[in-house]
Structure formats: C-alpha cells, structure tokens
C-alpha cells in the first residue's frame, strides 16, 4: 500500500509540474506580445515632442516627483490628486537620475503584467481559451497602450482593476492571513492611485465580508482572514491618514481635489466646466472661492461641494440629464477628451494609427470591444463571478458621477477584455455548432450596441480643436525646464494653429520680456488683450513692459486698468508705485506702495 501511496504521489507531483508549465507558457507568450506591442509603440512614438516634455496633468506629476526625489518635502501638491503615482515616479526617478525613459520602460513591463493578470482572471473564469483570447485583446488594446506611455496613473490603474478581482476570488476561496492581506494592500494602493474605486472597493469588501459569513469554515479562518485584510489595508492606509494630516490639516486617503473635480461635472454648465484646461478658464474657475473670501485650500474645496450639492437639490433633473450625458460619454465609442486627444498622437505612431480611429461616428476600438463584451457577458453570465458584475457596474459610474474622459475610461478596459473574449468564444461556438439562430441574434446583439454606442454626439468636448492646446502645454513644460527658445517655439505653433490664444500670447510676451526684447513683447500683449481686454495680469504684465521702455505715462494707464478690473492685484500696484516714484511723485508711490503691502504682508519685494 505505501508502495502504491508513493506512486500515486509521484503522479499527483508530476500532473501538478504539467498543469504549472500549462498555465506558465500561454502567461509568457501573452507577456511578450503585450511587451513588444509597447515597446514598439515606445520607440514609433519617441519623435512625440511631449515624449520628453511631459504636458498638463503628466508635468505636473514629474515636476512633483523631480522635486521630491531631489529631496524636497512633500507639499500639499501631492494630495491634491491621488499620491501613489507622484511617489511612484519619484522613486523611478531616485533610482534612474530623473529618466523619463526609464520611467516608461517600467511602465511596459506593467502593462505586460497587466496582461498576464488578465490571462490569469479569463482563465480562472471561462477557462484557458478565454484566458488566452482575453490577454491577447489586452495586449493589442492601443488605447490603454497609449495611456501606458504616458506619466500618467492610468496604466496603474487598469492593473489594479484586474489585481483587485482576482485577489477577491482568491480570498473568497479560502480565508487566510496572506491572502487577506494582499486583498488589503491592492484595495488600498488602488484608491491612493485613483479615487474612483473606492466606491468598488466599499462594495466588494461587504460581499465579500457576507460571503464569508454566510459559508463559515470556523472562526479563526474569519478571524485571519479579517485580521490580514485590516493590516494589509492599513499598510498604504495608515501612512497616507498620517502624512495628509500634517501637510494638509486632513486625514483623509482622497484627493483634496475632489470638491472642485465633483463640481467640473454638476453644475448647470457641465457640458463647458468638464472641458475646463489649464488657462484663463481654468484660472476663472479656480478664483470663484476667492471671490467669496475663501483662500483656505479645504474650505475651497468644501466651497465646490457645496455649490454641487445647492445644484443637484435645486436642479436636479438637470442634473440627471448630466448623469445621462455622462453615461453617453462613457459608453461612446469614440476616446473622449480632456486636455489631451489621443487621436492627436496617430501621427507618431502607426502602430496607434491603426490601432485608434474613427469611422463616422464609429469609434475602434471601443466600438468592438463593448458589444463583444455585451455578449460575453450576456450567454455567460452565469459563470461570471460576482466581483467581475460590481466593477463593471460601479467604476463606470463613479467616473460618471464625476466627468467622462478616455483616461479615466481605459482602465476598465482589462475586465472588459476577460469579457469579450468570452463573446468572441460564444459566437465561434454558435458557427462551429450550427446555431445560425444564436449567431444571428449575438452579431445583432453587437450591430445594435455598437450604433447604441456610436449615434450620440460629437459631444461637446469631441467639438474642441486641441491640437493649439497640445503646443501651448508643450510651451509650458519647455518653460519649466528653463529651454526657452524651444517654449517661445512651441507657444509660437500654438498660436499660429490659434490666432487668438490668449495664453499663449501671454507667455511669449513674457519670456520675450525676461530676454529683454520689450516691443516684441508688447506686440504679444496687445495681440492677448485685442481677446480678453479684461485681464488685470495683461495690462499688468504690459505696463511693466511699457515702463521698460521708458513710456512710464502709457504704462501707468495700464497699471490703473489693471487695477480697475482687480483692485486686490498687490503687483499692479507694486509696478503703479514704482511708476510714480520714477516721476518723483512720492506721495503716489507710496499710496500705492503701501497698498501692497497691505494685501501681500509676506512678499519681501
């Protein structure tokens, strides 16, 4: 018998060794596409002049990061949005000299991660065709590539989304202190890398917490179980309450941004506030509080909530009608965009080129991907776990309870992706078996959602011309890293795209005024004003100019304009003393002298 009991352990080994390598080879070869799909989207894209000048969202994250691993402390610019990634790309930079190349190195072997986990969740579910199919949509995904090779927290995110569910299947299989733990842990790092799961993650942890409950395996099992789940979470948790509360007064493991990011999307202009940019718009929206008397940062946020909520209370069926033109957003199958539009960046890349497009209305390959996943969903919906359902039902609509961008969109692309190689199978079965009934009523099913998905719109951000934008943010980011004859050329092609770019114009005048070319400066100005004749920093900014040139007269006009539109300005009156004191008129000078000091006590100037 124990001869016999050996054999069968030597069999039981050997079959375990068959099935390991089994499920190890497709999770390799999945791996490499996903890998070699990147890195050559990497290398197609390096003539991307934002490749190495990040813009918008993604320069704020590298100057963030560049300051800290220099050893800067953390300021209250890294609460504002969700910490993980600044940290993240601050210790890349720690180890890398700063190397945004080596940052997107890193960021495609995540995304070949990504992949794998969505091999392992297909397979875990539908079985290894699924698995396989499931990674190789993933893999081939331009969208989420595209996001990928950005300084952006999306990769992370999508890589959360699938890392969550399958730890949530693994923890309700069996209940130990690990497993728990690492549930834990990925729920906590995925709401410090965006906020909108929290909503998911809430939700899942109760079923899961019921689940448990309801198929007892004794009380130290729960007991584990809960125990690492609690530690794991409280590993990212704690750090995040501790270091918010002593940089900005709060303990909280959110954004501090979320007030004015809750009203971008709720307001009775939504359609507007939701493609709100850096720039004069987005300066008019922020000084709202101010105008109120507000300057403390959470009682300006909390000045936001408010006006959210006054809305949706008064309003609301205007606000349903938002929620209603979100949810059109979110299922479009068109890339929506904010501050940057994906479709721009086809041009350095034919790998992305082919990969993101649109047809008319039709937008690829979202269009694709929904209805496949539709049908997936549906003929197998009773093989689908219960996790799988809760995210694909409250990550959209948390992101749409706040606005609709591409960005946000993508992650949820890697669940999706398990989903619609579930569809995909569906219909092969129904050619291989001869149902033409089913297969009719399935490429139906996908006709139909992919219309439903494409007929609504162009929506209003679709409407907007970004490309000026794009070079307007590459100026910026020039700027920022002291290269200003490129920033001045990049500001210049935006303003030829936009004649009347009122920023840009703004800041070409002046770097052109710190170069001390004073005239080319005014012309800037001038040209700016001709738009936004309102602007107090423009009349400022161009009588500071004027002065320079020795036409104190004509610029004393500009600063009391200044003054005019914004009589709290501490420069304008500042540059107004300084003016009258040229002239030897003292007592003006120091009027006005005086006057700044008293709105700007701290200035040394």
């Known amino acids: 018998m124990k001869q016999k009991d050996k054999k069968h352990a030597r069999k039981g080994k050997k079959s375990e060794v068959v099935s390991l390598k089994g499920s190890l080879w497709p999770a390799v070869a999945v791996f490499c596409l996903a890998v070699s799909v990147r890195g050559l989207y990497l290398y197609q894209s390096r003539e991307n002049p934002t490749f190495w000048a990040p813009v918008v969202d993604a320069m704020t994250y590298d100057q963030m990061a560049r300051d800290f691993a220099g050893g800067g402390p953390l300021t209250h610019e890294f609460f504002w949005q969700p910490t993980f990634y600044p940290l993240f790309l601050s210790a890349i930079y720690r180890l890398s000299n700063s190397s945004i190349l080596c940052v997107k190195l890193v960021q495609v072997l995540l995304g070949g991660l990504t992949c794998v986990l969505v091999y392992l969740l297909g397979n875990k579910v539908f079985g290894k065709p699924a698995g396989v199919l499931a990674g190789i949509i993933c893999a081939l995904y331009m969208p989420l590539v595209f996001f990928e090779g950005e300084l952006l927290a999306t990769g992370w995110a999508a890589f959360w989304s699938v890392a969550i569910i399958i730890a949530l299947l693994d923890a309700r299989e069996k209940q130990t202190v690990v497993r728990g733990f690492i549930l834990g842990f990925t729920c906590a790092i995925a709401i410090a890398t965006r906020s909108v799961f929290l909503p998911f993650v809430g939700v899942a942890l109760v079923w899961l917490i019921i689940a448990w409950i309801r198929h007892p395996v004794g009380i130290r099992r729960f007991l584990a179980g809960m125990a690492g789940l609690a530690t794991g979470f409280f590993v990212i948790a704690g750090p995040q309450l501790v270091m918010s509360r002593h940089v900005i007064g709060k303990a909280t493991i959110t954004p501090y941004s979320g007030g004015i990011n809750f009203y971008i999307g709720n307001n009775p202009n939504y359609k507007e506030t939701i493609t709100t940019r850096p720039g004069l718009a987005w300066r008019k929206l922020t000084e709202l509080p101010v105008e109120a008397g507000i300057t403390d940062r959470l009682e300006t946020q909390q000045f936001f909530l408010d006006r959210t909520k006054n809305y949706i209370i008064s309003r609301p069926l205007s606000f349903l009608k938002g929620l209603g033109y979100k949810t059109a957003q979110f ?102 078996e001869r149902q033409p009934k089913k297969f009719a009523v399935a490429v139906a099913t996908c006709v139909g959602i992919g219309l439903v998905s494409s007929i609504p719109g162009p929506f209003y951000a679709e409407q907007l011309d970004f490309e000026p934008e794009l070079y307007y943010g590459l100026g910026d980011s020039l700027d920022k890293r002291d290269r200003t004859a490129e920033a001045i050329e990049a500001y210049s092609k935006a303003i030829s795209l936009r004649p009347d770019y009122v920023e840009a114009h703004h800041n070409v005048g002046l770097l052109l005024a710190d170069q001390g070319k004073f005239e080319e400066a005014i012309a800037h100005y001038n040209a700016a004003l001709e738009t936004d004749p309102e602007s107090a920093d423009l009349h400022d900014d161009l009588g500071l100019a004027l002065s320079k040139l020795g036409k104190t007269q004509e610029a004393i006009g500009h600063f009391n304009e200044a003054i005019r539109i914004n009589p709290k300005s501490a420069s304008a009156h500042d540059n107004l003393g300084t003016a009258f004191y040229g002239l030897g008129r003292m007592d003006e000078a120091i009027e006005h002298y005086s006057r700044a000091i008293e709105l700007k006590p701290d200035d040394p100037v």
């Open 331 to 432: 299922i479009s199958s068109r890339e929506m965009p904010r501050n940057v539009d994906i479709y721009l960046f086809r041009k350095w890349s034919g790998l992305l080129s082919l990969g993101v497009w649109k047809g008319g209305a039709f937008g690829f390959p979202f269009g694709l991907l929904l209805p496949l996943a539709a049908v997936g969903g549906f003929y197998r919906r009773r093989q689908i776990a219960v996790p799988i359902w809760l995210f694909v039902v409250l990550y959209p609509a948390a992101v749409v309870l706040v606005f609709v961008t591409a960005r946000y969109r993508v992650p949820i692309v890697p669940v999706m992706s398990v989903l619609a190689a579930a569809g995909c199978l569906a219909v092969w079965r129904f050619i291989k």
